[in-house]
């Protein structure tokens, strides 16, 4: 029988369970007995007592990814012209079928396929047509030959539309763990060898400094005033004069959104400068205005729902 503390508050019983105990700590990163304590001041509530860990600075600014016990490839495929690009993601039960020849063109050609049909959901892509077949039962057909469950667990499509600029792609080559793609707009035709190798430098950076958002302005305004809550509560502004403390949360809530946002982020490869700096002086050596308009992040396993630029999925 696993261990159950029960919180009084408000003369309501609530059982905090090992279980609910552990789930808080994997993501906070928080030790136990704090987890254990928020979570009976919380009633339970696993949301306000992550809250709670946060304004008591044991938990980091972002939550921890969720991630499941799954191995697999993420893979992308982009368009001759460097005008549309699809990323997607399979899971298999193993790495070493993740590593398995068959397993690697299959995710090749449903990576091909999603750029092919433009779909942007595994819902979409599983209707359209492989090899004589639908997706979703090519899919089957390889579970029964590879001996493993496949799941075609999610797809991104970034494209142009008709406008000038480049789609970005990079997939870390470590195993094909992570992948992002990105959009990249221009006001003009730009030189397509320049371009690519542009995008999938932005591309890259996504993949290792993991931004949320592409700027602030793509900060839904109850997250923003999630951060101003938690950060207005924590202890160590209890005695500050209320105008000395706003000043202390706005400083904190900028420093915070700098961090998420890809604009904001120091470049990976000039650290002396922002990425928006780095595009700004890339369209001066291309001769255009360069904007990033969208971008999607994966990472093995993760389940973590705001991994994607500007809330999309």
């Known amino acids: 029988m696993p261990q159950v503390n029960i919180a009084r508050r408000n003369m309501v019983m609530v059982e905090i ?23 009976v001041e919380a009633s339970g509530d696993s949301e306000k007592a992550f809250e709670i860990l946060r304004q008591k600075g044991v938990a980091s600014a972002s939550k921890k990814a969720s991630r499941s016990a799954s191995e697999g490839l993420v893979v992308g495929h982009i368009a001759n012209d460097g005008k549309s690009g699809a990323l997607i993601e399979v899971n298999c ?40 077949t639908t997706v979703a039962e090519h ?4 579970i029964a030959k590879i001996g493993e469950n496949i799941i075609l667990r999610r797809a991104a499509l970034e494209d142009l539309k008709g406008k000038e600029g480049v789609i ?33 430098d932005v591309a890259m950076h996504i993949v290792s400094a993991k931004p949320q958002f592409v700027s602030k ?11 101003r809550r938690i950060e207005a509560g924590k202890q160590d502004l209890a005695d500050k004069k209320p105008e000395m403390r706003e000043k202390i949360v706005q400083g904190r809530i900028d420093k915070i959104f700098a961090e998420r946002c890809l604009n904001e982020q120091q470049f990976v490869k000039d650290p002396t400068q922002t990425v928006s700096k780095y595009l700004a002086a890339s369209g001066t ?25 500007a809330g999309e999925e």
């Open 93 to 132: 039960e193993t790495d070493f079928v993740a590593r398995n020849e068959e397993f690697i063109q299959l995710t090749k050609d449903l990576a091909e396929t999603a750029l092919t049909t433009k779909s942007a959901s595994v819902e979409a892509l599983n209707k359209q047509s492989i090899k004589g």
């Open 168 to 200: 970005g792609i990079y997939v870390h080559a470590l195993g094909g763990k992570m992948g992002a793609i990105v959009t990249i707009e221009a006001d003009k035709k730009i030189d397509a060898e320049k371009a690519a190798a542009l995008g999938r």
């Open 17 to 39: 369970s090992a279980q609910l105990v552990k789930e808080l700590r994997d993501k906070s990163g928080a030790a136990m007995m704090d987890c254990k304590k928020a979570l």
């Open 285 to 309: 050596d291309l001769g255009a205005k360069l904007e990033v308009k969208s971008f999607s992040l994966f990472i093995l396993g993760e389940t973590q729902a705001d991994q994607n630029g």
């Open 217 to 227: 302005n793509d900060i839904p305004a109850e997250t923003i005033e999630n951060e």
């Open 139 to 142: 899919v089957t057909a390889a």
